[in-house]
């Protein structure tokens, strides 16, 4: 069981499977999923996201498993993405939310793409999804 600073990998993938056989989320990609799932939990609203590697779940591994689109941010954007995700992964979804929404909408926009990504990457090797 996680504590309540830990990401509940286990609870996400049972929402994800939930959302993955639901017709609304068919269309889906694993990674929106995850995001939509991310941003609930987060208590964000929720935006129709449109982002090509957002569909098709794309890492720039050069740029520190961020978002493929990374690979053209600035080292100070990247940099702040990945201390966001650090941060969420030792304290926790909301306490990493919590910074990043103070953060620029392409900085908030990023940090969820790469969480996901990582997310997804990591219920994978937990065979959980």
């Known amino acids: 069981m ?3 600073h830990n990401i509940n990998y286990e609870q996400i993938a049972q929402e994800y499977k939930e959302r993955k056989s639901s017709p609304e989320f068919e269309q889906l990609s694993s990674k ?3 995001s939509r799932i991310i941003k609930e939990k987060a208590g964000q609203p929720q ?3 449109s982002s ?3 569909r098709t779940g ?3 591994k050069s740029a520190g498993n961020l978002a493929a689109y ?9 940099t702040k993405v990945e201390r966001l995700i650090k941060l969420t ?3 926790g979804l909301a306490s990493g939310v919590n910074f990043a929404q103070k953060e620029d909408p ?7 793409d790469s969480l996901a990504d990582k997310m997804l990457e990591e219920m994978k090797s937990r065979k959980l999804i």
């Open 106 to 112: 392409y900085i908030l926009d990023l940090y969820h």
């Open 2 to 4: 996680d504590s309540p």
């Open 52 to 54: 090509a590697a957002l």
């Open 58 to 60: 794309q890492t720039d």
């Open 70 to 78: 990374a690979a053209s941010a600035d080292v100070n954007s990247k």
């Open 89 to 91: 992964l030792e304290k």
């Open 32 to 34: 929106e999923i995850i």
């Open 47 to 49: 935006q129709q996201l």
